[in-house]
């Protein structure tokens, strides 16, 4: 056990959320095609953009440990995103269906935040800091995103959502 050192927790996680950020680009697109509101259309597909460049400097990241960039299946975001498929498909066409995907796409930022912040966190205590630089340049952009899904749920998509019974 001795070889399990920070480094090494450092390279897992890394691996597990450039595998999330491939499975999140995918979903992105169906959840644009899915999505009623031309707002919520627009926004998946600007951050499906940006995941684009997340996934290309995460693969800088592993050039500077010196790592060949590869992913490791992550079961928190193939959770996440089959409850999205969930939505889809049992809401389609409801006034809530696109409350849902939102919520769903929050869930997916918000697990970001969380594993960028960390990473982040990890690079500064290794003394990595380019990594550092580059995992909080995305960790920034998922919390703007994040922001950006919440000004979209209140001035827009959860209103909708209420249908006839408002």
């Known amino acids: 056990m001795a ?3 920070l480094d090494t927790l450092f390279h897992e996680t890394l691996k597990d959320i450039y595998y999330a950020e491939r499975k999140i680009s995918t979903s992105l697109r169906k959840m644009a095609r899915a999505a009623q509101t031309e707002e919520l259309k627009q ?3 600007t951050h499906e953009e940006e995941t684009q ?4 400097r995460l693969g800088q990241v592993f050039e500077m440990i010196g790592k060949r960039p590869q992913g490791k299946t992550c079961d928190a975001i193939e959770g996440i995103i089959s409850e999205a498929q969930e939505i889809m ?3 389609k066409g409801s006034p809530a269906h696109d409350a849902g995907l939102l919520a769903a796409a929050q869930a997916v930022e918000h697990y970001e935040i969380s594993r960028y912040g960390t990473l982040k ?3 500064m205590q290794l003394g990595m800091d ?3 630089k580059l995992l909080d340049q995305t960790l920034q952009e998922e919390v703007a995103t994040d922001e950006k899904l919440t000004k979209l749920a209140e001035t827009v998509v959860n209103s909708a959502a ?3 019974a408002a």
């Open 3 to 5: 070889d399990k050192t």
């Open 43 to 45: 926004a998946f597909q």
């Open 53 to 56: 460049h997340q996934y290309e």
């Open 89 to 91: 498909e049992e809401f």
């Open 121 to 123: 966190t990890w690079a």
């Open 130 to 132: 380019d990594a550092a």
């Open 162 to 164: 209420q249908g006839n």
